[in-house]
């Protein structure tokens, strides 16, 4: 006799206006804007696509001479009115899904990891995944839309996000432009990007 509800994963304030006279996406200068955040590898394949994402457009970009401002590391996050204005200055915003899909059943996820890295400094968090985390993650059960879509939305901002479902709430070629997992598409994208 359960029912689930599904709930977004945050929300954009009602306060949030940005200018009417905001420079139309086609005129912005930079055409790809992202900031993402390093996660701890506990949060799974979700967590690692906010920096793969970012990694995998900056390269494309850089090597084509696209106009981009492309960042991932903690010291390079932009906070309040800032990131408003951040995102007027781009013509995209790259995205990808929030939430993890790593279940630490028996809450020693992160103890045992904890403990595996004092006596392994040297592991990676590929080794990491393998002998932690993999086994506690069920792919596609909490992918979720983060509220970054909602402003880039507000802002008039393309979105460019991963492929993938989104809260079922924005739909590839209608609401975003998808990008393939391993960029492969970029061309495409960035020709649309291009045409706006």
């Not at 139309?24 to 055409?31: E, N, Q, Y």
């Not at 103890?111 to 596609?140: C, L, M, T, W």
């Not at 402003?151 to 479902?165: P, R």
């Not at 070629?173 to 649309?192: M, R, S, Y």
């Amino acid at each position: 006799n359960t029912q689930f509800i599904s709930n977004l994963t945050g929300y954009v304030p009602d306060d949030l206006v940005l200018s009417p006279d905001a420079i139309a996406p086609s005129k912005r200068s930079l055409i790809v804007g992202y900031r993402g955040r390093p996660l701890p590898i506990r949060y799974g394949k979700l967590g690692e696509e906010k920096i793969s994402i970012g990694r995998v457009v900056k390269y494309y970009c850089d090597a084509e001479d696209i106009s981009c401002d492309i960042a991932w590391s903690e010291e390079s996050r932009i906070y309040g009115p800032k990131w408003y204005e951040f995102m007027l200055s781009c013509r995209s915003m790259l995205g990808s899904e929030s939430g993890s899909n790593v279940f630490d059943w028996d809450g020693a996820l992160v103890k045992r990891i904890a403990q595996f890295r004092k006596e392994h400094p040297k592991a990676s968090d590929e080794e990491v995944y393998a002998k932690f985390v993999s086994a506690n993650e069920i792919d596609g059960i909490m992918n979720q839309v983060s509220p970054r879509v909602f402003e880039a939305i507000a802002a008039k901002t393309v979105l460019v996000l991963y492929e993938g479902s989104y809260s079922d709430v924005v739909t590839a070629g209608e609401h975003f432009i998808a990008v393939k997992k391993d960029g492969t598409n970029l061309p495409q994208v960035l020709a649309l990007l291009q045409d706006s």
